[in-house]
């Protein structure tokens, strides 16, 4: 990893800003976590004392690679500390950044805001000097607007106390790289002064050469959903061809292919297979469309419910593909899932494709036994109605059908002829077109695929 430099003094020898992180789930650990190893001294805080207990004790409560070493070094340096005070916050920093979730709401496509509304309420009810507090948590555009007017009611410092925007862009498996050395940063900010706060607070990042784009709050609100939406439509475009391919003996990989040599497209997210889930594109096109629809604007983003649809509909697919190596009756039918986690490198299976693949095929009477280097205590909280295995080869023992749902390496990377000595069947659904068709062939098994032939 390469050595980023400490923060210097600011403008005038000012000193370097203390940060807090309000909210330390899987954002906000995260960036409590680099912001210390790059030389700032930052408070971390949350209501969770179980949470905060196991930051503070070098325990980081969800996967995510290289971030476990970042957190001991930055305990170990004294310049990270988690509680769960807000009185401590106010009183400790200079930028407070605001990382809490915005689930979607349970009877509706709109997003939570209740975390983001508490948050800013306790933190600025107590900010009785000049402050900038930083919103980086997703949410409907006006939010941000909002939350300036709510600030300045209740800080007992008013007007000398600013928020600004500053949207996430991390990668779930690569969250370090992406805090470390992002591709952008995005200022959403309404004064001089706070956008010279945060070019203090990321100055170690910018000094890198990231480049730093300044913009209004309501713009900066937009780019995180927009850049979701975006990549949603991308990843729903291909599988809208894997069912034309479905439909008239095409090969939506080959089709990719081709279209990924046209630069105006591009090869990224033009993957065909189960498409996506996690705790972010599902429910953020789904929130955006349902805040354009508020606005007036529904028709713009009409197009997000379609791709909604099509990444759902490849889940249903995918459970079809099983159903038909077996003759169509899966009633009794020994299935091993290989994948759990939404994406591999991760143990989030918020809205996991392989997961309601994997209870739908045990719904529908399958004996669904499910393996994961990660996510495996998650998914069995969260579906203990379903067998887990320690490995793939156990999974597989005496299985009629293997089933290929999350692109871990290791799955990858599996050994048809070893698979093929303990499956009473030799048949696998590739969900992921993330192996050799020709190589498992050759090994003597059934292979299907979405959208391929």
Request: proline fraction near 5%; hydrophobic fraction near 45%.
């Amino acid at each position: 990893m390469a050595v980023i430099a400490a923060p210097e003094p600011v403008g005038g020898g000012e000193a370097a800003p203390r940060l807090t992180v309000i909210g330390t789930g899987y954002l906000g650990a995260t960036h409590a976590i680099c912001m210390a190893v790059l030389g700032f001294d930052v408070l971390g805080v949350d209501t969770d004392e179980a949470k905060v207990d196991a930051l503070n004790s070098g325990r980081v409560p969800f996967f995510e690679p290289g971030l476990p070493e970042l957190l001991a070094k930055a305990l170990d340096s004294g310049r990270l500390r988690f509680g769960t005070s807000f009185d401590e916050a106010a009183d400790f920093g200079d930028v407070h950044f605001v990382c809490v979730g915005t689930p979607q709401q349970p009877d509706s496509d709109a997003a939570d805001l209740r975390y983001v509304d508490s948050a800013v309420t306790e933190l600025a009810r107590r900010l009785d000097r000049r402050a900038l507090v930083v919103g980086k948590s997703t949410v409907p555009v006006g939010t941000a607007a909002r939350l300036t007017e709510l600030v300045r009611r209740l800080a007992p410092a008013g007007e000398d106390v600013e928020l600004a925007w500053n949207p996430e862009f991390l990668r779930e498996g690569y969250a370090v790289d992406d805090t470390l050395r992002p591709d952008r940063l995005v200022f959403g900010v309404s004064s001089d002064w706070a956008e010279q706060r945060l070019r203090a607070a990321f100055g170690p990042v910018i000094a890198q050469g990231t480049p730093v784009v300044v913009t209004d709050l309501t713009t900066a609100e937009l780019v995180k959903v927009a850049a979701n939406s975006f990549l949603a439509t991308k990843i729903s475009y291909i599988n809208a061809m894997a069912e034309i391919c479905e439909a008239t003996g095409g090969d939506v990989t080959r089709l990719a292919e081709a279209l990924a040599y046209d630069d105006r497209i591009g090869g990224r997210f033009l993957r065909p297979g189960l498409g996506f889930g996690g705790g972010c594109l599902p429910k953020d096109i789904r929130a955006f469309a349902h805040r354009a629809e508020e606005l007036g604007v529904g028709q713009s983003v009409a197009f997000l419910r379609e791709v909604d649809a099509i990444n759902k509909r490849r889940r249903a697919r995918t459970v079809d593909l099983v159903g038909e190596l077996v003759g169509g009756d899966l009633l009794g039918v020994r299935v091993a899932a290989l994948g759990a986690a939404f994406k591999p490198n991760s143990d989030d299976i918020r809205d996991a494709p392989a997961l309601d693949v994997a209870g739908s095929l045990h719904r529908l009477g399958a004996h669904v036994t499910v393996v994961d280097p990660a996510a495996a205590d998650n998914a069995r909280r969260s579906h203990p109605e379903l067998a887990y295995a320690a490995d793939a080869l156990t999974a597989a023992a005496d299985a009629d059908v293997v089933v290929l749902l999350t692109e871990w390496s290791e799955f990858r990377l599996l050994d048809p002829e070893a698979m093929g000595a303990v499956v009473a069947h030799r048949r696998i659904v590739d969900g992921r077109h993330a192996l050799d068709p020709a190589q498992w062939r050759a090994a003597g098994w059934e292979y299907r695929a979405l959208g391929r032939p």
